[in-house]
């Protein structure tokens, strides 16, 4: 999806990609890092990786503390994209593993398979389907009675969770959980719309589950804002994915501004600094 997000938004910005050294279905927004010398790593996704951001938080980050810092912002991951191929050397060679709070939309259940490859996309495992977890959600909401719909939500939610552990407890270095959001954790489920169910980045995700996630991690960073939304990008005369066109000019209201991503890197600042002695 890095490639797509570049494809869609040259000339505007350029974000430098790299091809992942051990999984070459992904390419990684640079600089790349040099692992012969000391680095942290930025685990995540769109936000991580900063689409719509010359200077995302791992960027920013880098610079305050003096160091590399790995972006490994892979667009729509969840955490089974993390739990595959040659992650744990590169995690686990860190200093410091900054984990953004992924979405749970990006985890599979009983009806519905995600391809860690691919993010939210995936295939409906009654006819073998391809779709985005949105069109099964809404699919299932539309044919399946209410109860039946909480169950898959459930069940979602519940191997999110799982999995989002067996990430973090893999993880050996010294580690920060980052909420990025618009949005604080906790909300209600109105499970009569779809996004009352999804709710905005990270979908699915609620202050409950993240209280069982957090204890996996060394460091909790919560950073609520829409600091900079909606942000005024440049001309166009068609919409592009994920953005929103009026009176000839493209605005991002879904993804991270940079405000937000400025703020984040002061807040892990910090508490890489904190749980991390050789990080300065």
Request: charged share 25%; proline share 8%.
């Amino acid at each position: 999806m890095g490639s797509d997000y570049q494809r869609f938004d040259a000339p505007d910005l350029d974000y430098a990609l790299w091809d992942c050294p051990f999984d070459k279905t992904v390419k990684l927004r640079g600089p790349p890092v040099d692992r012969t010398r000391p680095y942290v790593v930025c685990l995540g996704a769109a936000p991580t990786f900063g689409r719509f951001c010359r200077e995302p938080f791992p960027e920013l980050l880098s610079r305050r503390l003096g160091m590399q810092v790995l972006n490994a912002g892979v667009a729509g991951a969840g955490p089974s994209t993390f739990l595959r191929g040659g992650w744990s050397e590169w995690l686990n060679g860190a200093k410091a593993v900054v984990v953004q709070v992924l979405a749970a939309r990006s985890e599979s259940n009983s009806l519905f398979e995600c391809d860690p490859t691919r993010g939210a996309l995936g295939v409906r495992r009654s006819d073998a389907s391809p779709m985005r977890f949105e069109e099964f959600l809404r699919r299932l909401m539309e044919t399946s009675d209410p109860a039946t719909v909480r169950q898959v939500v459930a069940e979602t939610r519940q191997n999110y969770v799982r999995n989002m552990i067996r990430l973090l407890e893999g993880i050996h270095a010294p580690k920060a959980l980052l909420w990025l959001s618009k949005r604080p954790p906790r909300y209600a489920i109105n499970d009569r719309k779809l996004h009352g169910i999804l709710n905005a980045h990270p979908q699915l995700v609620d202050d409950v589950m993240l209280d069982q996630i957090r204890t996996h991690a060394d460091a909790v960073v919560e950073c609520v804002s829409s600091a900079g939304l909606p942000q005024r990008l440049w001309p166009a005369t068609e919409p592009l994915p994920g953005t929103i066109l009026a009176e000839g000019v493209l605005t991002n209201r879904y993804y991270p501004s940079p405000e937000m991503h400025a703020l984040a890197a002061a807040k892990l600042a910090d508490a890489c600094r904190s749980i991390c002695p050789s990080v300065r």
